[in-house]
């Protein structure tokens, strides 16, 4: 596997490295492998203070696998209290608070997937805190970002993938 990192724009008075070494842990490691280990074949760290389109800084990790899957995630710091939020996943812009309890998945955008997955998740008695979806092009693939407030139970992510008919479906917990 491979891994670079670029920071963009100014990241005030954080040390790029301690957030760096905060979202390689904590965010690319488990949405990647979904806590497995692996080998980290080759390292790379890109440091731009003057480019960043949306945001005052964002970090973004991208990652090679050795079957040529190539995988993305972005952060940012935001406002006065420099709130931690996920930007970007493989490509896809989203926006939301980073939090323990994560679902990640893609799927072909169509009606009825928000009410499958919803309803699958409050039968399961999993409250969802928030959400971003967001899609390529009209009934193309989606990808959902879902912050719920407890760990997603493995049998529960699999019957949410198998439900929606999604092409990739990862649970994540992180410490923030």
Do not use: W
Request: contains cysteine.
């Amino acid at each position: 596997m491979t891994i670079s990192t670029c920071i963009c724009g100014r990241i005030g008075d954080s040390e790029p490295v301690t957030i760096i070494q905060k979202f390689n842990r904590n965010i690319f490691v488990n949405f990647v492998h979904n806590g497995d280990t692996f080998a980290v074949t080759d390292s790379q760290t890109y440091i731009n203070y003057t480019i960043a389109e949306s945001f005052r800084n964002v970090i973004t990790i991208r990652g090679s696998l050795t079957d040529g899957t190539q995988l993305s995630v972005s952060g940012t710091l935001t406002g006065p209290k420099q709130i931690e939020k996920l930007v970007g996943v493989n490509g896809y812009d989203i926006e939301l608070p980073l939090t323990e309890n994560l679902l990640i998945f893609s799927y072909t955008d169509r009606p009825g997937i928000v009410a499958t997955y919803g309803g699958l998740l409050g039968d399961a008695g999993v409250n969802i805190a928030s959400l971003q979806i967001a899609r390529d092009v009209k009934r193309g693939t989606a990808l959902s970002v879902i912050a719920v407030d407890n760990p997603v139970q493995d049998e529960l992510v699999a019957s949410l993938g198998e439900a929606i008919g999604a092409e990739g479906i990862h649970a994540i917990s992180i410490d923030v």
